[in-house]
């Protein structure tokens, strides 16, 4: 079988999909979820059917995770465990391919501050997913807190699924933000009028909008009773006197996302400042890699679509199809970046936030490592790369590995901050699922030709 | 003030062996600087399972070195503790003792010849039974034939015990550069005068090689080349569990793995608990260069051979792999001694995956032979003019 | 649909997830770390934390946000590190 595969199902992979198959090349979109959509386009799990219909040439393979990608001759190799999340009874697959989409998208990135550890304290994506996905509210009253435009949705969805939104707190000044660069908020197309109708429903539920403002604390015995709520300076540290104690059962905080990287780190795609470094075509520096979406930079839906469409179609054309170069999408991705770039210089991560912990504040969550353990490691052994910080502090060697505190322990430790991002086993896998024989690998067969292996961003880009 | 400015000597490589060199060099007075061209303790020191082990080894040089670096260590980390303090000179030093077991009738003779002569070499050893070992790891399968605890086998954490040992350097007025790459050496009247680092001359009067696995590569930098060939090991890490493998428990065929050179992937079962109650899954051996890519058949062998032992494993996750590579010699020994070609140059490496339990006997070894002391373990078969290694050298 | 928490059969609905069926029941907390035994549940809500872990049907460290409850489960609080049972 000779067909591409795409590992997510959000707006970047959905499109990489079904722009691909409109080329008439079969692909394989392997995603988590039990439905498509990612987080951005999350479904009601509840409700019956799928929103989204893709074309036949796609097969969608729900409740994958993909734990590993190995490098082969000519291509990777995908290894996926599908069935019920984190059960062993999972069944195994291994696809080899030679045009792999990646739009493995991100997660949030939260900020350490002291009681951040109590339940009742929730990324925003946390209560998003669990507002839009499963028709609850995290908490009664709610406070929503962090930077950046995504706080607006995600404070909307917890109103509209019954949660009174206490505030919603931006930690940056947003309208000054955005004058400083109109013409690449300009460029964002129709998110300005998105977020000024959010703005509007969040006025009409009478949720104040606080600037400049940030939780830097969190109070309660087995989970959260309130919070602190502090006006922050230029650089983020909190003014003195303007801490306000505001009760609340739920904290939901976001600064911002996180790439996804470790799939594209295992494919040794070439990392950028953080991101998957891609060419015109949504080409890594991996001949036969390709990727969309928040991994080769935070800009949203739209970006993550239009790369999406330049990306399928230019895995179309490494399988051999004929591919006109999308012209139209390459435009969109060009606009697009433009208004990322708008949005992260307008919402960026300020480095006061450090001054919010105190020496016993956990900074990894899983191993519970505090600041003074991280600082002991870096001081007192002189510390200087993440595999000895690791193995120094335990921070970062938890079931996560290191994706909650992996950034945040580089900025406290002084280190680059993506060196954590590698991770071989991309999910947790049972010993049982391993030591299983390895699945029949469905082999990827090769209609080479010298035109396929150059993609049309060295033509056109 | 730069701490680039001389030394005594200079020790490339802040792994686990350079770090044990710098600390046995400091102590006997010189100062001593340090340089890595990455991070301290970031490179194979930090992929090993800090290993003190006696058991894998059959009598020989290599058997006595170990011996010598088991009763060191204790001693090494008693004298940190009262240099440096408790947390510093705290590296989870674990006498665990070790557990090698058999699975077939067939390795019952060998392990048994081996354990005789373990014995006569001075290795406390008991011979057991399945009964007897599974009372000392309750987990362990009941399919084994036989069984034999060494008492005397250890663990540390290797990256904590580097950066103890590095701190100790410091202490003594040494200094520790990462980051910092050795562009050569500088020769004068055909000895050793200096290193070029960063396009200054820092002078110096000796110079140790303990780049590891790649001490190779530094010594042909060096002009004078010996021959250590990267080998690769993977390990998995599962999630944290409750206390399940008191010893490290390793299959008999894993000291036949070990002594092997064979080019291709060798894989034997080696399983034991880390402090913060993650189980270690190793072992594999492949010689593939520098190549850091996943291979998926690697972490499934290794799976198989845990769940083989410990069935209880099987549901349990498996969150990590790490991998790194091992400095390997065509004769299985390590290399310590000063280079007959280059006057102040010095060799420390080669000890494959026996580089955290072999580094304290190494250090002190190395700083005997520059002080002109007779070492406590004999030198001659580690030398770097060996026939066996010279044999390899490439002018 | 009914699954079991903490020993009492409850009303699940198709498609729920674990941290659904919990977060709706007014469940905050289903876990204790394994150091200072400190309560935890739901943090990121889609995988990447490993805080909310539960044990389902004797296996420990599920993700509940990420499992889809199945009729009958038996779904448990997970106090620090656990064996499969």
Known sequence: ?461 | MSPIESADVVVVGAGIIGAACAEALSASGRRVLVVDRGAPAGATTAAGEGNVLLSDKAPGPELDLALASRRRWPELLESLRGELGEALADVEWEAKGGLVVATDQDSITPLRIITEAQREAGVEVRDLGQAAARALEPHLTTAITAAAHYPGDAQVQPVLAATALLAAVRARGGAVCGGTAVEGLIVKGGKVAGVRVGGEAVPCGAVVNACGPWAGHFSITAGAPIEVLPRRGMVLVTAPLPPLVARKVYAADYVASVASGDVDLQVSPVVESTPTGTVLIGSSRQRTGFDESLEVEVLRRLARGAVRLFPVLERVPVMRAYGGFRPYTPDHLPVIGRDPRIPGLWHASGHEGAGVGLAPGTGRMLADLMDGRRPEVDPVPFRVDRPALMAQIKA | MRVVWDGEEVEAREGQTVAGVLTGLGVRSWRTTRGSGRPRGLFCGIGTCFDCLVKVNGVPDVRACQRVVADGDDIRPQSGAELPS
């Open chain 1, 1 to 461: 079988m000779n067909r591409i595969v795409v590992v997510g199902a959000g707006p970047a992979g959905l499109a990489a999909a079904t722009a691909a198959a409109a080329l008439g090349v079969e692909v394989v979109l392997v995603d988590a979820a039990p439905k498509l959509g990612g987080q951005f386009f999350r479904q009601d799990a509840l409700a019956r059917g799928d929103r989204f219909t893709l074309p036949f040439q796609v097969e969608h393979v729900p409740n994958a995770t993909v734990w590993a990608v190995e490098p082969v001759a000519g291509g990777h190799r995908v290894h996926l465990r599908i069935g019920a999340a984190d059960d062993p009874s999972r069944t195994g697959r291994v696809l080899e391919t030679r045009a792999l989409v990646l739009a493995t998208g991100a997660f949030d990135r939260a900020l350490p501050f002291p009681g951040w550890d109590l339940p009742g304290v929730f990324t925003a994506g946390a209560a998003q997913a669990m507002a839009k996905g499963q028709g609850v509210a995290v908490g009664d009253r709610v406070l929503v807190g962090g930077t950046g435009p995504f706080l607006l949705p995600v404070a909307a969805s917890l109103a509209a699924a019954g949660a009174r939104v206490v505030a919603v707190a931006e930690a940056n000044a947003p309208v000054s933000a955005w004058l400083s660069d109109p013409a690449g908020a300009a460029a964002g197309g129709r998110r300005i009028p998105e977020l000024a109708r959010y703005a509007g429903l969040l006025a009409r539920h009478r949720v104040p909008y606080r600037r400049r403002t940030a939780v830097v604390e969190a109070h309660g015995s087995r989970q959260v009773e309130a919070v602190t709520l502090a006006r922050l300076d230029r650089e983020w540290a909190p003014v003195p006197g303007s801490e306000r104690r505001v009760e609340v059962d739920a904290v939901a905080v976001g600064f911002g996302f996180t790439p996804q990287l470790e799939l594209a780190v295992a494919a040794r795609c070439r990392i950028e400042g953080g991101f998957v470094a891609v060419d015109a075509a949504q080409g890594t520096s991996v001949p036969g890699v390709f990727a969309a979406g928040e991994l080769t930079g935070i800009g949203g839906a739209e970006l993550a679509a239009s790369e999406g469409a330049v990306a399928g179609a230019a895995a179309a054309k490494r399988l051999g199809a004929v591919v006109e170069p999308p012209l139209g999408a390459m435009a969109r991705v060009r606009a697009g970046r433009r208004f990322a770039a708008a949005l992260a210089a307008a919402f960026p991560v300020r480095s006061g936030w450090t001054g919010w912990l105190r020496e016993d504040t956990v900074v990894c969550r899983c191993e519970e490592v505090d600041l003074r353990r991280l600082r002991a490691a870096v001081e007192e052994r002189d510390v200087g790369g993440v595999r000895p910080l690791k193995l120094a502090s335990g921070a970062g060697l938890g079931l996560c590995q290191g994706r909650v505190c992996g950034r945040n322990a580089a900025v406290l430790a002084g280190l680059g901050d993506t060196a954590f991002a590698r991770r071989r086993i991309a999910s947790p896998v049972r010993l049982g699922e391993l030591a299983a024989a390895e699945p029949e690998v469905e082999s990827a067969d090769p209609p080479w030709s010298a035109a396929a292996e150059r993609g049309f961003g060295q033509d056109f880009g």
